[in-house]
């Protein structure tokens, strides 16, 4: 009698396992889902193939720079440096890739090839990572501080550098953010081939183990070997290089680059990463949940925009569904 | 029934995802008694343990307590029906006193609400002195040792003034030494009518201290008997559903040249002019009292923490080693001593845990090889029997013993020359324990040279080829196996010892 209950409890306990199981990995694309559903019965504007490519393309920077700060969190880290960086190789790269009639021209007489604006950006983004991740790692200086230092330091050189717009780009500058191939706006190319190589390298190589094991247990990953020191500076080095990626891709889609770019994109970005399953306790997070998680956040912008809905509902809105993210997360970690 | 039994569980069933931890068990416990709770890792005792604090919700199953039939739903309620419990894996507040930590939740309170600190204070104080333990009530958690930290839960649980205490291997940290202080302990709160459910590997401390012995198997109750009525082969039939005669397999090595030398090593304050040589096939046991500068010769060793004076010598070269990086390069492994502090990595799998001091070794091109990795790991998984439904399983949720083994493939996996195991085997049932005592020797007749710190004699004895015993930071003496006796060592260990051993 006994052991014909506890074979059925077994049992229900199995598929309701498997159940928790399934939400735990796929609900979030669930709510997505829910989330296109409804905005499409709303708006009729919304299920169109061009609005579609629309948020795609609108989350495209937020989401180079959501993968880099997915893998800073993964490692126990944060970034808060992303969006003045952004703005800093943005004013940076466009100073390089003016037109000679340009109003704002800033170097006039200088043309060069599109790729020294494009160096310049990754380069500068990175370096900025380096100075993120070194003081993190050599100067034991907690991320929140380091990457706050950063924060304002990036944007005060973004203001010096230039305090005015830099617009009228060359065509070859401007095809990053406004091109397309085959059809498909090259952002969304860009972010898909970040988002692939990222994800392999998490998953496929030891230096993306060592990050997790990072955020998993530093002590532990230390006494195992890993040099935690240097997965750390290479983690913050491509989060900067992501956030100089991502100054390139703004400025050349909205044809300028401005001191003022990407204010709070960092948010934005961390949010996405947490909506998507990233533990902010680190060793936890992938590239596609934060994908996700991005998507969730351009479809609720959007659709929010469709219906009218005023602007500061929608930063409250936001902001609740990721306190109920870290919530959820919580409770799955427990 | 029932109405002279402190507790009764009945049916009790449980499962995880993948996992039937409990099926259908059942356990009785007389008051002022010590019941003994032993098998496999991974047999669901800590489980059932849980599952009687509230901490889980069985499917399944009864629990009378103090003769009423009750509903346990969270640990606040068990703790105030009388039921406290020692945990296996240790969790302090880090940042927090001694006595912030012991009267954490139920803070006295003073004048307008706020914490009554003086009488925190002196309560804990008076706490500790009535059980002997001699640690300031003002230390700051992290600034204990394991051993002081388990006292320090030990202590926790009994204020509660409770008529059941657990104690999920309260002993895995700490030395004969405390052992016996601890026992001490429970003979007073069993005069007093305190039950006791007593979970340990150790075979010696059953038959000292218990009463009554159940066993578990696979989440299953094997048998419940007086201790008096049985012993210890019969105990361990019952745990592994076999016989297992050899409980320490070591079996003679070639000792071979030195390959590892260490000379005057000193860490100020902890470590005074340590030296001793590793023979290649030997089976070096490092021994001593809890705070004797065992894990702190080892941490000096390994280059986990910096040394201020010495030379290490590796293979006849003299290196220099300042991170466990250039250790492991030099073809060192370290298994630590805190399984949950510096062994595990929580969050991330099995496979993650097993593999990442090796990666490299398991990549071609840069890229990981996951068919060989699942193909290493499945090996592992059958060679010390690891018990998880899969590689997958976050590590967190696997029982304590089986992290162990995980840890153990860890280091296996880098081949190292020189392996250093500070406690391998603790919180290992007997089953695997033998199991990696048999694949220690192996090592040692490949050619390995091995360093092993333990706190159990028993083992000391019974796998080294030379024993190294510490006593207060410096090397109390060195003994060939012939030589090395209980009585040798532990005047050793206790600084009694005139025939200082030549190194
Ligand atoms: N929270 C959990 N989620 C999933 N599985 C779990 C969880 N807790 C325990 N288990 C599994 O249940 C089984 C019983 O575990 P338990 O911790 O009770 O073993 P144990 O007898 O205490 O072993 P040990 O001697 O190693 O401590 C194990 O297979 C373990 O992996
Ligand atoms: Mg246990």
Not at chain 1, 44 to 60: D, H, L, Y
Not at chain 1, 66 to 80: K, S
Request: charged share 20%.
């Amino acid at each position: 009698m006994a052991l014909k209950a506890t074979g059925e409890t077994r049992d229900k306990n199995q598929q309701w396992g498997r159940v928790n199981a399934f939400l735990g990995k796929y609900g979030i694309v669930l709510i997505l889902l829910a989330m296109i559903l409804a905005f499409s019965l709303l708006s009729e504007g919304f299920f169109t193939a061009r609005n579609i490519f629309n948020i795609i393309r609108q989350i495209s920077f937020m989401g180079l720079i959501a993968i880099g700060v997915t893998m800073v969190i993964i490692t126990g880290g944060i970034d808060l440096g992303s969006g003045s960086v952004l703005a800093l190789t943005a004013v940076l790269a466009t100073s390089l890739a003016q037109i000679q009639t340009s109003a704002t021209l800033k170097y006039p007489g200088l043309e060069v090839p599109v790729i020294v604006p494009i160096v310049v950006a990754l380069g500068v983004g990175a370096l900025t990572g380096v100075i993120n991740g070194s003081l993190i790692a050599k100067f034991k200086i907690p991320p929140f501080i380091a990457t706050l230092g950063m924060m304002t330091v990036a944007r005060g050189f973004a203001l010096i550098y230039s305090n005015k717009p830099l617009s009228q780009l060359t065509p070859e500058y401007n095809f990053i953010g406004q091109g397309a191939l085959f059809g498909i706006p090259f952002p969304v190319i860009l972010l898909i081939l970040v988002a692939v190589v990222i994800h392999v390298m998490l998953n496929n190589t030891p230096f993306g183990r060592y990050i997790y094991a990072l955020g998993g247990n530093e002590q532990a990953a230390r006494i195992s070997g890993v040099n935690t020191d240097r997965v750390k500076i290479g983690v913050y080095t491509l989060a900067g290089l992501l956030s100089g990626l991502a100054g390139l891709v703004v400025s050349s889609r909205v044809g300028s680059g401005q001191p003022g770019q990407g204010m709070g994109i960092e948010l934005d970005a961390i949010a996405a990463a947490v909506i998507g399953g990233t533990s902010l306790s680190g060793g936890i997070g992938t590239i596609w949940g934060t994908i996700v998680g991005a998507l969730i956040i351009g479809v609720l912008d959007n659709g929010l925009i469709l219906l009218n809905v005023d602007q500061y509902w929608i930063t409250i809105v936001k902001g609740t569904i990721i306190v109920v993210a870290v919530i959820i997360d919580q409770r799955k970690n427990r | 029934m029932g109405e002279d039994n402190v507790l009764v569980m009945e049916h009790i069933s449980k499962a995880f995802p993948g996992v039937q931890a409990l099926s259908d068990v059942q356990l009785t416990v007389r008051p002022g008694s010590v019941h003994a709770l032993m098998g496999e890792n991974g047999a669901g005792k800590s489980t059932l343990m849980k599952v009687l604090i509230g901490m889980y919700i069985p499917e399944e199953g009864e629990i009378t307590f103090l003769g009423r039939k009750v509903k346990i739903e969270n640990t606040q309620q068990a703790l105030r029906m009388g039921i406290s419990m020692i945990h296996q894996e240790l969790s302090p507040e880090p940042y927090m006193t001694v006595a912030e930590n012991i009267f954490l939740g139920r803070e006295p309170l003073g004048r307008f609400g706020l914490i009554d600190k003086k009488k925190m204070m002196a309560e804990t104080k008076a706490l500790l002195e009535r059980l002997e333990i001699d640690i300031d009530p003002n230390t700051v958690m992290r600034n204990l040792s394991v051993a002081n930290t388990q006292m320090v839960e030990i202590a926790k649980a009994i204020s509660y003034d409770s008529s059941l205490i657990i104690m999920d291997e309260p002993t895995s940290a700490i030395t004969e030494r405390e052992v016996a202080h601890l026992f001490r302990i429970i003979r007073t709160l069993k005069d007093k009518g305190v039950a006791i459910i007593y979970i340990t590997h150790k075979m010696d401390e059953v038959f000292q201290i218990a009463d009554d012995i159940t066993v578990f198997r696979d989440g299953r109750h094997i048998a419940t008997v007086p201790a008096s009525q049985t012993d210890r082969n019969s105990l361990i039939a019952m745990m592994v559903g076999r016989e297992l005669t050899n409980l320490f397999p070591k079996e003679d090595a070639p000792i071979g040249e030195v390959v590892l030398s260490v000379r005057g090593l000193t860490r100020n304050g902890v470590v005074d002019d340590v030296s001793f040589e590793l023979r290649r096939g030997e089976i070096l046991g490092l021994a001593g009292l809890m705070g004797a500068g065992r894990t702190e010769v080892i941490e000096g060793v390994f280059g986990i923490k910096p040394i201020d004076a010495g030379e290490i010598t590796v293979k006849g070269k003299r290196v220099d080693i300042k991170s466990p990086r250039d250790a492991i390069r030099h073809g060192m492994a370290l298994l630590t001593e805190d399984r949950k502090l510096t062994g595990i990595m929580g969050v991330l799998s099995v496979r993650d845990n097993m593999m990442i001091a090796s990666l490299s070794s398991y990549s071609k091109a840069g890229f990981l090889n996951k068919r060989i990795i699942d193909e290493t790991c499945a090996k592992e998984k059958t060679r010390l029997e690891l018990k998880t439904p899969s590689m997958d399983q976050v590590i967190r949720l696997l029982s304590g013993g089986n992290q162990q083994k995980v840890l153990v493939s860890r280091w296996l996996l880098t081949v190292p020359d020189i392996l250093i195991l500070d406690e391998p085997t603790r919180g290992i049932d007997v089953g695997a324990k033998s199991e990696i005592h048999r694949l220690m020797s192996k090592l040692a007749q490949e050619g390995k040279a091995i360093i092993m710190v333990s706190s159990e004699l028993p083992e000391i004895l019974g796998m080294s080829d030379r024993v190294l015993v510490m006593h207060e930071g410096r090397v109390g003496g060195i003994f060939d196996r012939k030589d090395a006796t209980q009585e040798n060592i532990m005047r050793a260990a206790t600084g009694h010892n005139e025939l200082m051993a030549a190194v």
